[in-house]
């Protein structure tokens, strides 16, 4: 009985995060109440850990990657390829949001591999655009597009008309970011015309206003407009609502149709106020402070060109705006020092702004006069000023090139010496740490052990033997930290595999390609990870802690990931740990990243690259 109550409270929460309602916050803790708290199959785990990372994904990137962490580890446990490969494609979204795009491009790069291997052709389309994405946000606009066109050719193949029309989107507005409109409207009206053989209100919004921002008749832009707002108030997407209202107010307003300009702006204006996107807002203020001023509403545009004042005085361009309009609602309000505060603000604004072109203007007036000079006094006199001194400007020219060749030149030897005392150092700490493990494990242990072996006569001295047997545990346990030989035998994943082994709570994953590097860049990893697991254990109370290690071809990856207080990184950014290891990181000209603030855990993300530097 108890098992069908489970069963049915399971089946009900997944069919709710299913349908996509409103309020789905709401269910949340409950999906997390009934992993914590109910004895589940893996599979059911898995259905849940995916239905969390897609609600996520909409609005806290760092929940839903740790959703996908841990969905991913227990698919691969389970030999789940499908799920193995829709977790890492959204852990490789949510790197690429984050602008990682090295580890993102991995991860995308497995998930792609899993779908082909799982033969499940719904999910390779879906990898294929993302990689796209992850490209276009890279400004790699021509592997963009080459990628949406993988996913648009199998969803062809398949019949899947919405990723058609998805493709279709994006590619037309990567041509618009090129400023290529003509291609740009083909793909949206291709776009288009796919959307209305289906159902896909979405697809039809995302079209439509999209067409509107681009084409230039105003009768076409209230017709697309009008639709995308229609839709956006059908779907509830209150983003694309209130830049459909603005789009038709501006179009009305640009053809003194104030009437049914108003009519639109104030209702954009009230829902841009709700949404709370302050950079919208303003935009929209500016333009609705204009629309109320050409419809005498002063006591209007008064109140809202302050508030643009009031929260954007610094931005010249929203700034002039609103000085100008509260000038004028002032005057025909009849507030004149109102009225004679913001001319003086708005001259001000004005002559920050022409400050630079006067100037400028001045230097082509007297370009222009000398210009004129030299056309009337053509003689060889001049001709040899003019010589000496384009032979002077050269020989400057010249000079500045020489010194910054050279200025760069002292600062690549730096930099080279500095490489170079790096890896020295390196190379000193790693025969220092395998000279004291040595040390420790053949002369200290070797010494305990005789010890032990003389006291084993003795019956009442059995606590004795008991404590030198933990001694010996604890310096053969210090000889493997220092210098494990798994690390010299088998390598960083052997030997990260052996360390994390040696802790109940300290999970470790591997992916990619396990071959040897550079030893001296194996022993930077290995070093790093065993200082960030050892600052987890001692400083941030964690409770599990995830270490991730990422080879693939030229690139190494290490993740160290906990559930830990986390920290304040301005406060602790020079602590001697963290120091260390960024130095050790910088020898390599690698990256580090640290993710963390009190209270919420703390991920460190180190890339390093393996090829000769």
């Known amino acids: 009985m108890i098992y069908k109550v489970r069963r049915i409270l399971f089946l009900g929460f997944l069919c709710l995060s299913m349908t996509g309602i409103i309020g789905q916050t709401q269910y949340v803790d409950s999906l997390v109440d009934v992993l914590e708290k109910h004895q589940l199959a893996p599979a059911e785990q898995i259905a849940i850990y995916d239905t969390l990372r897609r609600i996520y994904s909409e609005y806290d990137i760092e929940k839903c990657l740790e959703y996908a962490r841990k969905g991913l580890s227990l698919a691969e446990n389970e030999k789940d390829i499908r799920a193995s490969s829709v977790f890492c494609g959204e852990i490789g979204v949510c790197y690429y949001t984050r602008s990682s795009y090295d580890t993102a491009h991995i991860f995308l790069k497995r998930a792609l591999d899993l779908a082909v291997r799982s033969e499940d052709k719904m999910q390779e389309m879906r990898i294929y655009m993302d990689i796209g994405n992850l490209y276009r946000r890279k400004n790699q606009y021509e592997e963009a597009i080459g990628y949406y066109l993988k996913s648009k050719n199998i969803a062809d193949s398949i019949g899947y008309k919405k990723t058609q029309v998805s493709a279709f989107v994006n590619i037309g507005s990567v041509y618009q970011l090129l400023n290529?409109?003509?291609?740009?409207?083909?793909?949206?009206?291709?776009?288009?015309?796919?959307?209305?053989?289906?159902h896909n209100p979405y697809g039809q919004m995302t079209v439509s206003y999209k067409l509107a921002t681009i084409i230039t008749d105003s009768a076409q832009i209230l017709k697309y407009a009008q639709k995308a707002y229609e839709l956006s108030v059908e779907l509830n997407d209150r983003k694309y609502e209130i830049a459909s209202l603005w789009l038709i107010s501006e179009t009305y307003s640009s053809h003194n149709e104030t009437d049914k300009a108003a009519e639109?702006?104030?209702?954009?204006?009230?829902?841009?106020?709700?949404?709370?996107d302050q950079r919208l807002l303003r935009g929209i203020q500016n333009t609705i402070s204009s629309l109320y001023f050409k419809q005498k509403r002063y006591s209007d545009c008064e109140k809202v060109a302050l508030s643009v004042w009031e929260n954007d005085s610094l931005d010249y361009v929203y700034a002039e705006n609103a000085a100008y309009f509260l000038a004028l609602s002032g005057i025909f309000l009849g507030k004149k020092e109102q009225a004679a505060y913001f001319l003086d603000k708005l001259n001000g604004i004005r002559n920050q702004k022409t400050d630079t072109e006067y100037h400028k203007s001045l230097v082509e007036i007297e370009t222009r006069y000398e210009t004129e000079k030299k056309e009337m006094r053509i003689s060889d006199l001049e001709r040899q000023k003019i010589l000496f001194i384009s032979i002077s400007a050269a020989g400057i020219l010249l000079a500045i090139a020489i010194w910054i060749i050279l200025q760069q030149k002292i600062k690549n030897e730096q930099k080279k010496k500095q490489l170079i005392a790096a890896n020295a150092i390196l190379e000193w700490e790693k025969k220092e740490r395998k000279r004291f493990a040595g040390d420790l494990h053949d002369g200290i242990n070797g010494m305990l052990s005789a010890v032990k072996l003389e006291l084993n006569t003795v019956e009442h001295l059995q606590s004795i033997r008991n404590q030198l047997d933990d001694c010996i545990e604890t310096i053969r346990r210090m000889a493997r930290g220092m210098m494990p030989t798994s690390l010299e035998r088998y390598g960083m994943k052997a030997a990260l595999e052996d360390y994390c082994r040696l802790f109940p709570n300290v999970d470790f994953h591997f992916f990619g390609e396990n071959k040897r590097i550079d030893e001296r860049l194996e022993l930077v990893v290995y070093y790093c990870a065993y200082e960030l697991v050892n600052n987890s254990f001692r400083h941030s109370g964690a409770k599990s802690i995830h270490v991730q290690l990422i080879q693939d071809g030229d690139m190494v990856s290490l993740t160290v990931h906990d559930?830990?207080?986390?920290?304040?990184?301005?406060s602790i950014a020079q602590e001697s740990g963290l120091k260390n290891i960024g130095d050790r990181v910088a020898a390599f000209k690698g990256k580090i990243d640290i993710t963390t603030s009190p209270g919420k855990g703390t991920e460190t993300n180190i890339e390093l690259r393996t090829e000769n530097r």
């Open 180 to 198: 290529n409109n003509e291609k740009a409207i083909s793909s949206f009206e291709k776009a288009a015309a796919i959307n209305e053989t289906i």
């Open 264 to 276: 639109y702006g104030d209702k954009c204006l009230q829902l841009a106020e709700a949404y709370g």
């Open 563 to 570: 559930d830990g207080c986390g920290f304040d990184k301005e």
